[in-house]
């Protein structure tokens, strides 16, 4: 199984970016769809952003389409999520998650997760 470690998260005013990285190890990520998930205080964890194993297809969650950018470096065994335009409600831990799957769309079940970096956002 795939180990996951989120770094890059911390506090900055809206309107401002930070890029997240999810550092993998244990097994190398090339057949592996990632996602990035937030959970905010009282909500439920939703999905933000997936890149198939391939990096050719990515889907984005309505609220950051066109803010947030999901990308791979497979050599590096890395995932990203650029931030750009935060905004308040952005506020939340985010998690990156792994699934071995070679479907370009979004398993329903990730199998592998990082323990998640707080992302905070003030106004």
């Known amino acids: 199984q795939v180990q996951l470690a989120e770094s890059g998260g911390g506090l900055v005013q809206a309107g401002g970016s930070l890029r997240l990285s999810c550092a993998a190890s244990?097994?190398?990520?090339?057949?592996?769809?990632m996602g990035w998930f937030r959970q905010a205080p009282g909500k439920e964890r939703a999905l933000v952003a997936f890149i198939s194993w391939s990096g050719f297809r990515t889907t984005y969650a309505d609220a950051v389409k066109g803010r947030f950018t999901i990308s791979r470096d497979n050599a590096k065994n890395t995932v990203y999520l650029q931030m750009n335009s935060l905004k308040p409600e952005d506020t939340a831990v985010y998690y990156c998650?792994?699934?071995?799957?070679?479907?370009?769309?979004?398993?329903?079940?990730?199998?592998?997760w990082g323990q998640g970096t707080q992302v905070t956002v003030s106004s």
């Open positions: 998650a792994a699934e071995l799957t070679l479907s370009p769309s979004p398993p329903t079940f990730f199998g592998s």
């Open positions: 244990g097994r190398t990520i090339g057949n592996y769809a």
